[in-house]
């Protein structure tokens, strides 16, 4: 009996030890924070267009009924990551033929237009999130952040933080395959 | 040359302490007294070599060396002198060769003052402490060389955070690793108790000082930690539940457990294995911290720069340390006879109360602090486990606790007279209901709980005082006599008295500052009042001010009570242009009854209605200063009982038995 | 010196293992010596609670009872002595005296950088001064420029914006380029500098914004080799790698004699051959002589680290310095290595430099451009 | 590496105070207490285990707009932590709810008390039995007597 009950705190360290070796694994971040949206309808919300950026503003009804699933990134000009992202972005939208919805998150719209008429335009449309709500609605943690979106709405995929990076870019591109977001031959 | 030094110093510690750990523990099991003594001289040339380390990086950081590329990280040319001191320290580098240094520190204050302890103990305790040494010399010197070299080095250094640039938390962190590191000695101590397969009074007494020092140290620590939250950060609170902040609670929480049932074994040599295991599991929650902070694994405030590969190898360090010594405890523990006997009602049962709460009280803090990553692995799910749940599952223990603090020191060893104890703390617990049931009716408003609180406080605080009263005969011999019989009270005693006294007044500063603090945010322009808790407090418009390397927006409050001026406050926020970053200085009026905590933050946003307007904060913490007061007084019941003479008693004056034994020897 | 501290370190670390040989004669403190005076005390310690009334007589006596036993079993346990200076323990001693010192200088060889000096802060003031002096030219020629109530002139403004990008403040630089790319006489060069700066500040991804920049450059000279790279990197970066080849390589034909930056050329020709299996390119001319970095190489450079940069551009330095030992005469070299050390900030080496090419430009007709730029960029470094 | 990143990144974000702002501030204050307490038990997205009543983080203030908004809107305590979680998920809820996956959590507090409490009985019970107090014979008392003396001398306290 007191042998027994001499192995239980060695036990407990060992449970302890093994829930700390998982955790250690270098995928995990463990300050990213799992969507409710994954599965769910999208948000409701509905956005005018950024002044000065010849693109129709966004809303929930652009996201229901595609012919097939799309991309919706949220960004800013103020974003220093999103700048590195949206090249990967440009690239998936001219190179794989996805569509690109963006969200324009707390940003002046003269500012949001120059950045991208400086970096280029690769989105569909965009919608003007002046007061942070649409973020808040889309259960937002920080910007960039992105999202595939299935043809009739259904949020599908989250990705927090700038898709850059051979790994990121390789997770991502999965998810897009595995939603039919990429345009394949017979579509176009 | 010097960063050079300092790693070839390095280099010859390891090598020190590979030898301690291996010669010492052999001359005791083979009984070779030259062996057993080599300990000696390892541990302090280890202390040396990594103080010769410490002190070159100290140097480095000194005179911004920056072709080294810790200074470059962590420091820059402009930082105050002080602050370039404390960047030692700052990284998790520093830091590591910091906690590297107390712990061989610990080492060598055991090799030099511990003249009581037997040879045999001394050298398979050394030992001991010579493997964690290896551990974490070679874990500094294959993951996180401090001495690492940059060349051609760069102009400056990248690192000037303001926030850290702070007297309090400059200091905070050597006292936070001297009281958990300090716990390391303890853990040598029943690593080889165990190997030597014996607990005994004496070896209670043996570990009781370094367990004490350590457990001072780490009271200490924590206090300015939170003192340094307190006055720094701005929001006037001093405790959030931060894993960082639980991981250095939980060895408290233990410690403070171990110490009293240290006693146990030294008076009673009963709680044997139960000592053992405190002393393990203490300086494994250290280590448990250690690597949370420096692995990434929970997100916190405080940690450092994460890096998956230090967190494995920390871990299996982990592994290795706290996986064997229990498996030693496994193995040997069982073998320890029990001790004296003793009745349900007596000193024994009631610190054996004391060691189950806190223990449970850690084990809470454990389990809410890791349930998180538990959950996680389990289901996927991510939670957040916060203050909420640790003052749900924390305060009621810890009110249990002080409730049966009180009575403890009462009882007697063994058998306690039920009926006389009553008859005892009858008139103080009726004091301490009344007082509380008065502050309900004078207060009226505030949570029950705090109700609840204030009478488990003033409940020990009276029968501490009673216990106290009565050791000494006040009122019942003539005063004089009373003084004198407290003059030959151990100072352990009065060590005691001290401390339980402290926590009642810690919590007091607790219940008084959370349960009753009152707040005021607005917008002011000049010529604004605002009243709070008695004060008016006029504010009279913000001028910009110069400091040494930074710029401050600096606010006038007049502070006024009954219309006579009290005081005036210049709380600031200031702008550090190199960093570009912001900080807080709250500035504060503080008395025994309570702070005035006055914060500055931005101007209005909206200009519009608010032209010329800045945010203010302005708090009234009633009694909070009595939580740094209960933790000082704490501090000083632990270094009065640290003092008592009895903690040294058993080492030779090389008597003269001793001298002859020892040429008979020869 | 510091081999000498490290011998003297290591000697006292042997000092240290020995010192238990030295105290061999002196006993050792055993149980027997410690436990039973620490019982004894206990012993006292009832007695004194006693006399103070603490405890009863009968809690007295009971607790003294268990403190005797305890002391009885003490007595009883008596331990062997130790077998004192056995020869085992002498040689396991000096055996550790020298493994100590010898697994640190072992260690040491292996990981330590024994020739890297410490540079305190304080002793770096040449550094300091030629870097606030450049920060603080920057900022007075800007001044100048901003004031002058033409505008300042073109030549002015371009210099700002190279000195800005050699300082690493791209952001200054783009905003003093782009000054003289909205006036009328911008030429190729300065649009193709000024995309440089965009596409380094955007961690070497050209930009829609670089493509205006670069569409406007080889307007005005189809052959800017600076404007037809950043085009061939474009295409790289939109996976047409083939059309990027094709155009670098295409460019790189039409040259007849040799130019520095076609080394950049090949190199980018063969990095894209050998990853996409392209004929790599073939040198037409003997490849001994190696060019220092130009401006299109720093950009190549742009995605290394800070320290791999530093390295990189420092070999390219090193190479173009021992190539001009061999060739003196090579008066483009010298302009071109005067500017790499000033841009990694050795003045001195930078003077020199421009005064090689001073030298072999008074050969050359007055009217060079060269001359201009060689009296400018002395005078600017106070040389 | 990419956590690495994400830390340098987040380590920019000042701590400075002044979370709540006087302009969000509601005009009834028992209204605004409830706001507090609600804002308390949220724990801050972008942060690093802060609640949103005392960070400066963007995201934070447009929480407690929102707090307080829904709680205009007439919303109970209850529903307005709903409308917020529905949004970011129980990571969001400083306070985690009682469900079966933190059963585990909120009852190992009681548990372990429980435990200990248990333990300490069976310890006590096993106390029980009456004490054999033999006192020494006489040999063993002068033996102890004769120690004791010896050490005194030896020890000149």
């Given at each position: 009996m007191r042998r027994e009950i001499a192995v239980l705190p060695l036990l407990a360290a060992v449970i302890f030890g093994g829930f700390f070796l998982w955790g250690l694994n270098p995928d995990r971040d463990p300050s990213e924070i799992p969507s409710v949206l994954i599965s769910q309808p999208a948000p409701e919300f509905d956005l005018g267009p950024v002044d000065g950026v010849d693109r129709p503003g966004l809303s929930r009804s652009d996201l229901v009924s595609n012919d097939r699933a799309v991309v919706v990134n949220v960004f800013a000009s103020w974003c220093v990551p999103c700048r590195a992202e949206h090249a990967v972005l440009t690239r998936l939208v001219e190179r794989d033929g996805i569509r690109l919805f963006g969200i324009n998150y707390k940003d002046k719209a003269e500012d949001a237009a120059k950045w991208l008429s400086d970096l280029g335009n690769p989105y569909e449309r965009i919608g003007s999130d002046l007061t942070g709500r649409t973020g808040i609605e889309w259960g937002l943690s920080g910007v960039p952040e992105t999202f595939i979106v299935d043809g009739n709405g259904v949020v599908l995929f989250r990705y927090v933080g700038p898709v850059v990076g051979p790994e990121a870019e390789a997770r991502f591109m999965q998810a897009l395959e595995q939603a039919g977001a990429i345009q394949t031959e017979a579509g176009s | 040359m010097y960063p050079e030094i300092g790693h070839f110093a390095l280099a010859l510690a390891l090598a020190l302490a590979l030898l301690q750990s291996v010669l010492p523990i052999l001359g005791a099991s083979r009984r070779i007294p030259v062996l057993m003594k080599s300990a000696q001289a390892t541990a302090i040339g280890q202390v040396l070599f990594v103080a010769i380390a410490f002190a070159a990086l100290m140097h480095s950081f000194i005179v911004s060396d920056f072709t080294v590329r810790n200074v470059v990280e962590n420091s820059h040319s402009l930082k105050p002198m002080l602050f370039k001191v404390a960047g030692t320290w700052g990284s998790h580098e520093g830091s590591l060769l910091l906690w590297v240094l107390i712990l061989t520190v610990f080492g060598a204050g055991v090799a030099g003052l511990?003249?009581?302890?037997?040879a045999e103990t001394k050298a398979r305790t050394l030992s001991v402490q010579a493997w964690i040494s290896v551990g974490f010399l070679s874990f500094l010197l294959l993951t996180s060389n401090p001495f690492e070299r940059v060349f051609p080095p760069p102009l400056d250094g990248n690192d000037l955070n303001p926030l850290l640039q702070d007297v309090g938390l400059a200091m905070h962190p050597p006292l936070l690793y001297f009281g958990y590191v300090g716990f390391s000695i303890v853990f040598s101590f029943a690593v080889a108790a165990l190997i030597e397969g014996r607990v005994d009074p004496a070896w209670a007494r043996w570990v009781r000082p370094w367990t004490l020092a350590a457990w001072v140290s780490l009271t200490a620590g924590i206090a300015l930690g939170s003192w340094w939250a307190y006055y720094e950060l701005g929001w006037g609170g001093w405790w959030f539940w931060d894993p960082v902040e639980n991981v250095s609670f939980m060895p408290w929480l233990l410690g403070t457990a171990l110490l009293h049932s240290a006693i146990v074994t030294e008076?009673?040599?009963?709680?044997k294995s139960w000592t053992i295991l405190l002393a393990i599991l203490t300086f494994s929650l250290s280590l448990l911290g250690t690597f949370i902070v420096r692995s990434g694994l929970l997100t916190s405030v405080h940690a450092f720069a994460v890096d998956p590969e230090r967190g494995l190898y920390i871990l299996g360090l982990l592994a290795v340390s706290i996986g064997g010594s229990l498996a030693l405890y496994a193995w040997r523990a069982p073998e320890m006879e029990g001790g004296g006997l003793f009745r349900p009602v007596s000193r024994e049962a009631g610190l054996l109360v004391n060691n189950i709460i806190l223990a449970a009280a850690t084990g809470s803090v454990l389990f809410g602090t890791l349930y998180p990553l538990i959950l996680e692995a389990v289901t996927g799910e991510k939670i957040s486990v916060g203050p909420p749940f640790f003052n749900a599952a924390f305060v009621p223990m810890m009110l249990l606790l002080v409730g049966f603090m009180g009575l403890g020191p009462l009882l007697s060893w063994k058998r306690a007279d039920i009926a006389g104890l009553l008859q005892r703390v009858r008139f103080v617990a009726a004091l301490a209901l009344l007082a509380a049931l008065a502050s309900w009716y004078l207060l009226n408003g505030g949570p029950f709980m705090a109700y609840l609180a204030i009478l488990a406080a003033l409940w020990l605080l009276l029968a501490t005082l009673r216990e106290w009263a009565l050791r000494i005969r006040l009122f019942e011999v003539p005063f004089r006599d009373a003084v004198r019989r407290a003059g030959n009270l151990p100072r352990a005693s009065h060590g005691m008295t001290l401390a339980h006294t402290g926590v009642a007044v810690l919590m007091m500063g607790m219940i008084g500052s959370s349960a009753w603090k009152s707040e005021e945010i607005v917008f002011a322009a000049p010529g604004k009042e605002v009243s709070i808790a008695g004060f008016d407090i006029a504010f009279q418009g913000v001028e910009r001010v110069r400091g040494p390397n930074y710029f401050a927006d600096r606010g006038t409050l007049a502070v006024r009570r009954d219309g006579d001026l009290v005081t005036t406050l210049f709380p600031e926020r200031r702008t550090y242009p190199v960093a570009q970053t912001t900080t807080t200085e709250s500035a504060i009026r503080s008395t025994l009854a309570g702070d005035l905590y006055t914060s500055i933050a931005e101007p209005a946003s909206d200009q519009v209605n608010n032209a010329g307007a800045w945010t203010l904060r302005i708090l009234y913490e009633p009694l909070v200063n009595l939580i740094w007061i209960g933790a000082a007084l704490l501090v000083l019941g632990g270094v009065m009982s640290l003092s008592d003479r009895r903690l040294r008693v058993g080492a030779p004056r090389r008597a003269k038995t001793a001298a002859s034994d020892a040429v008979a020897a020869e | 010196m510091i081999w000498a501290t490290f011998a003297i370190l290591a000697l006292v670390a042997f000092a240290i293992v020995l010192h238990p040989l030295r105290m061999a004669g002196a006993g050792i403190l055993t149980r027997n010596d410690t436990v039973p005076k620490i019982l004894a005390d206990q012993m006292q310690e009832v007695q004194r609670d006693l006399d103070r009334g603490l405890i009863s007589e009968a809690e007295a006596q009971a607790a003294q009872l268990e403190i005797k036993k305890r002391i009885l079993s003490t007595l009883r346990q008596s331990e062997s002595a130790p077998v004192n200076g056995a020869a085992g323990g002498r040689k396991s001693i000096l055996i550790a005296a020298i493994f100590a010192p010898v697994f640190a200088v072992v260690y040491y060889t292996t990981m330590g950088s024994p020739d890297i000096p410490s540079l305190a802060f304080a002793e770096r003031t040449e550094e300091r001064t030629q870097n606030a002096e450049v920060t603080e030219l920057a900022s007075r020629m800007r001044e100048r420029l901003e004031t002058d109530p033409d505008g300042g002139p073109s030549e002015g403004w371009m210099l700002l914006g190279q000195t800005y990008q050699r300082m690493g403040r791209l952001n200054n630089a783009i905003t003093a380029f782009e000054v003289v790319a909205k006036?009328?006489?911008?030429?190729s060069a300065t649009f193709s500098m000024l995309a440089e700066a965009v596409v380094i500040a955007n961690d070497g991804v050209v930009i829609p914004k670089a493509q205006r920049h670069i569409d406007r450059a080889l307007e005005l000279d189809p052959k800017n080799p600076a404007a037809t790279y950043f085009r061939a990197l474009y295409f790289l970066q939109q996976e047409q790698p083939r059309k990027s080849y094709d155009l670098l390589l295409s460019r790189l034909n039409e040259e007849v004699s040799f130019a520095p930056w076609m080394e950049v050329y090949a190199q980018q020709i063969n990095r894209i051959a050998a990853e996409k299996n392209f004929p790599a390119f073939q040198p037409p001319m003997a490849r001994a002589q190696q060019p220092g970095p130009t401006a299109a190489d720093v950009a190549a450079a742009a995605d290394m680290t800070e320290e791999d940069r530093a390295n990189f551009i420092r070999s390219m330095v090193s190479r173009l310095a021992a190539r001009l030992e061999d060739e003196p005469e090579d008066l483009d070299g010298w302009m071109r290595l005067a500017n790499a050390y000033n841009v990694l900030q050795e003045r001195s080496l930078a003077i020199e430099a421009y005064q090689k090419a001073q030298a072999l430009l008074e050969e050359m007709p007055s009217d060079d451009p060269r001359n201009a730029v060689v009296r400018e960029a002395l005078e600017q470094l106070g040389g | 590496m990419k956590r690495l990143l994400l830390a340098l990144a987040l380590s920019l974000v000042p701590i400075a105070a002044g979370a709540v702002e006087p302009d969000e501030m509601l005009a009834d204050p028992a209204l605004e207490a409830r706001a507090r307490e609600i804002s308390k038990d949220l724990r801050c997205v972008v942060c690093q285990n802060q609640d949103i009543d005392s960070s400066n983080a963007g995201v934070a203030r447009d929480l407690r707009l929102l707090v307080r908004e829904r709680l205009l809107a007439g919303g109970s305590d209850a529903e307005v932590i709903e409308f917020i979680r529905a949004r970011y998920g129980d990571y969001v809820l400083l306070k985690p709810p009682l469900e079966p996956s933190t059963y585990a959590l909120w009852f190992a507090p009681v548990a372990l008390i429980l435990f200990g409490l248990l333990a300490g009985v069976i310890v006590l019970s096993r106390n029980r039995k009456p004490e054999a107090v033999s006192a020494l014979n006489e040999d063993d008392e002068k033996a102890v007597s004769e120690f004791l003396k010896r050490s005194d001398a030896g020890d000149a306290s």
């Open positions: - | 511990g003249s009581n302890i037997p008076k009673r040599d009963a709680f | 006036r009328p006489d911008a030429s | -």
